[in-house]
């Protein structure tokens, strides 16, 4: 069964530091992948997705995300932190066929310091 | 445009009693999902719906959950002689067709049940 690992449950960091989330699935086909944030008191927005071609991903607010195939990993990153990126973030796995559903990590929470 | 709208935000009823939760997708999305969240948790997948079928309801828990989409736009979760185990956010998603190679999932901003 396809299952979602995100390493670090709860994240602290000062502004202006950089951020690295950590993210490994199982799956041994084809997926596509997404990372997801919720803002305090808002619903799920989509951050950044990969669906095939060029490993490293571009997604709002300056978040990027590199997709490893070999290590089964696709890890969230930022140069530069604020304030405002405090938040939840939920890396997420779908098979690359018909089966729709998402698997959702179980969620890393970010607190910055102002 | 209008993204995912539910129904109501907040529902607080006893153990045993019978709830709706509401979910209005994107005009003109095809696919619709149903998600559960527990606190601490990532959201659980429920079931799928493409157009007014039920494609995929490997994830409902048990017989007391029931979702209905009769025209393929509004769905229903229904659950049934609920228990407090049941209290979480209960989600829903919508994407233009479900299974493509890229498709996208918008998420609505949830309903919080709390069973006591």
């Known amino acids: 069964a396809q299952s979602v690992s995100q390493h670090n449950h709860h994240v602290i960091l000062s502004e202006a530091a950089s951020l690295e989330l950590g993210c490994n699935y199982s799956?041994?086909?084809?997926?596509?992948l997404f990372w997801y944030v919720q803002y305090p008191g808002q619903h799920l927005q989509l951050l950044l997705k990969?669906?095939?071609?060029?490993?490293l991903v571009k997604g709002i607010k300056g978040f990027e995300a590199e997709f490893i195939k070999s290590k089964f990993s696709f890890n969230l990153r930022k140069p530069s932190v604020q304030w405002s990126d405090t938040a939840e973030y939920f890396c997420a796995v779908k098979r690359y066929s018909s089966a729709s559903k998402i698997i959702f990590g179980s969620g890393t929470r970010l607190s910055i310091r102002p | 445009g209008a993204g995912v709208s539910q129904t109501p935000s907040n529902k607080v009823t006893e153990k045993g009693k019978y709830v709706e939760l509401r979910c209005d997708p994107i005009s003109g999305h095809t696919a619709l999902y149903w998600y559960r969240q527990s606190l601490g948790q990532g959201p659980e997948f429920l079931i799928y719906?493409?157009?007014?079928?039920?494609?995929?309801d490997s994830g409902l828990p048990n017989d007391r959950f029931f979702a209905v989409r009769p025209e393929g736009s509004v769905s229903t979760l229904k659950i049934q002689r609920t228990e407090r185990g049941d209290s979480a956010v209960y989600l829903c998603a919508s994407s233009l067709v479900a299974g493509a190679s890229q498709e996208t999932q918008y998420f609505g901003p949830g309903t919080r049940l709390l069973v006591l």
């Open positions: 719906f493409q157009g007014t079928g039920a494609a995929d």
């Open positions: 990969y669906f095939s071609g060029d490993p």
């Open positions: 799956y041994g086909g084809t997926v596509n």
